[in-house]
């Protein structure tokens, strides 16, 4: 056997590349060339919420609006750019908030009305889990079938919607952009899917707050131009309801006279909360309103959808020229009536309601941290101690932190902003009060191994 004779100096000669010198070394300091901008286009939807990358395109301003929501502390926001503005600071809480509670991959159509459904594609669930579900609950197996969409689809939907809205807008087709906004207001009444509550609050108050701002606009325009719309004037930031002129008054009127023909308790108060600004082209006191739709929220029987309302409620009242704290601690104080209840909740009264007490609570708890915020911002010493007498830690300042026992994950809360005089001047009375309030709300231990880390006086009241 002979081998082929190969000439590997011509066989490398015939298949190499051509190659041209370099000008520079390629690891060499860059020229004073201009270099080649590539754009990259992103085909996905800007505000589908990628863990792997920001929201939004210009890093320099996600980095300045991102707030941390799990680790400020002391009295009110810290950050000066989120109290200077509250929009930003809301906007980064309700991304945080889908970032904790994200979608499920799946989620069941049985529990989304026919808005969310529609168009969609549905999915078969896998026998193993159809099984499953079936020899777990049976009854609810009948009722829900097999039906599911992904989360992606579900977010998309709610995006949809909110094309939907502006384009019937910009058509100057009202009726119908009210319509698509009273049916994302209902989706918030459907607590079935917890863990895909907080995302659908943060994408349908997103659509509600664009209403409210589209409404406001128009009413503005018409109320600064005269009767005859010939003459145009600035309406002052201060105005009161007589600068305001009657076309525009009846404008308003009827926008709250269709929002109050709404059935449903819950889309009807969202939808108010939306507009709450546009009493003032009605009235002189709009937190007169405000204190109605306070007491509006506690006919609201899913624990989960009312402390969520109080949440959008709470967001809104900043929309405001005058802030109200009486509305934020009745608010407060709503909440530990609604959290006793969820405590002693018994499946036999509220189905599956004990076996997801956890989750409920942890998903109420972004809410109440929020509104305790709210309350202690900005706020003295002098009112600090005001507000303790409110909430019912006491019956006047010399008697703070009295012998009852409170709900544990509001008392975590609100101690965590307070001033560290208050806390430091009161170790021994807080530690009596973490004593008494023992529930499954919020782990004791950590309750207190919390406050003794971070305070001196507490570390030496449990030397003691």
Same mark, same amino acid.
């Given at each position: 056997m002979e081998f082929r004779p190969r000439n590997y100096s011509a066989e490398k000669q015939a298949h190499a590349l051509p190659r041209v010198r370099a000008g520079d070394h390629p690891l060499s300091a860059p020229s004073s060339?201009? +270099?080649?901008? $590539? @754009? $990259? $286009? *992103?085909?996905? *939807?800007? @505000? #589908? !919420? *990628?863990?792997?990358?920001? /929201?939004?395109?210009?890093?320099?301003?996600?980095r300045e609006d991102l707030v941390d929501i799990e680790t400020s502390s002391g009295a009110g926001l810290s950050s000066e750019a989120s109290i200077q503005n509250p929009s930003k600071e809301w906007a980064s809480f309700k991304r945080s908030l889908m970032q904790r509670f994200p979608v499920s991959k799946t989620v069941s159509t049985s529990s989304m009305s026919d808005v969310m459904v529609k168009g969609r594609k549905t999915y078969e669930k896998s026998s193993?889990? %159809?099984? !499953?579900?079936? !020899?777990?609950?049976?009854? =609810? #197996?009948?009722? @829900?079938?097999? =039906? $599911?969409?992904?989360?992606? @689809?579900?977010?998309?939907? !709610?995006?949809?919607? =909110?094309?939907e809205l502006t384009r019937a807008w910009h058509a100057d087709?009202?009726?119908?952009?009210l319509k698509i906004s009273i049916k994302v207001a209902r989706l918030l009444m459907d607590t079935s899917v917890l863990q895909c509550y907080p995302t659908l609050f943060a994408l349908a108050t997103d659509i509600l707050d664009m209403l409210g701002d589209m409404v406001w606009e128009r009413i503005k325009l018409k109320a600064e131009f005269d009767e005859d719309e010939t003459k145009f004037c600035f309406l002052p930031e201060n105005f009161s309801a007589s600068d305001v002129c009657s076309d525009a008054k009846e404008t308003c009127n009827n926008w709250f006279c269709k929002i109050g023909a709404v059935r449903e308790l819950l889309p009807r108060i969202y939808l108010e909360l939306a507009l709450l600004p546009c009493w003032r082209f009605l009235v002189d006191q709009p937190l007169d309103s405000l204190r109605r739709l306070v007491m509006m929220t506690r006919g609201l029987a899913d624990p989960l959808a009312s402390a969520y309302c109080r949440l959008y409620m709470s967001? &809104? %009242?900043?929309?405001?020229? /005058? +802030?109200?704290?009486? &509305?934020?601690l009745t608010c407060a104080n709503d909440f530990k009536i609604v959290l006793m209840r969820v405590m002693s909740a018994e499946e036999t009264s509220h189905g599956n309601l004990s076996d997801n007490k956890r989750l409920l609570v942890s998903l109420m708890e972004p809410t109440i941290e929020f509104i305790m915020k709210c309350i202690f911002k900005n706020m003295s010493e002098r009112q600090v101690g005001d507000v303790l007498v409110e909430l019912g830690l006491g019956d006047n300042q010399m008697e703070l932190f009295g012998r009852f026992p409170y709900v544990s994950i509001v008392l975590h809360h609100l101690l965590k902003q307070l001033p560290s005089e208050v806390v430091s001047s009161r170790a021994v009375e807080i530690l009596r009060l973490i004593e008494l309030s023992n529930d499954d709300s919020f782990d004791q231990v950590l309750f207190i191994r919390r406050w003794s880390s971070h305070n001196f006086g507490t570390r030496k009241a449990l030397h003691y």
């Open positions: 060339l201009p +270099h080649l901008q $590539v @754009e $990259v $286009v *992103d085909h996905w *939807d800007t @505000e #589908f !919420l *990628d863990p792997l990358r920001r /929201s939004d395109n210009n890093a320099e301003a996600a193993t889990s %159809m099984h !499953l579900e079936e !020899l777990d609950d049976p009854e =609810k #197996f009948a009722e @829900e079938g097999g =039906k $599911v969409i992904t989360g992606r @689809e579900y977010v998309s939907r !709610l995006h949809e919607l =909110k094309a087709d009202r009726v119908t952009s967001h &809104c %009242m900043r929309n405001l020229p /005058s +802030h109200d704290t009486g &509305c934020l």
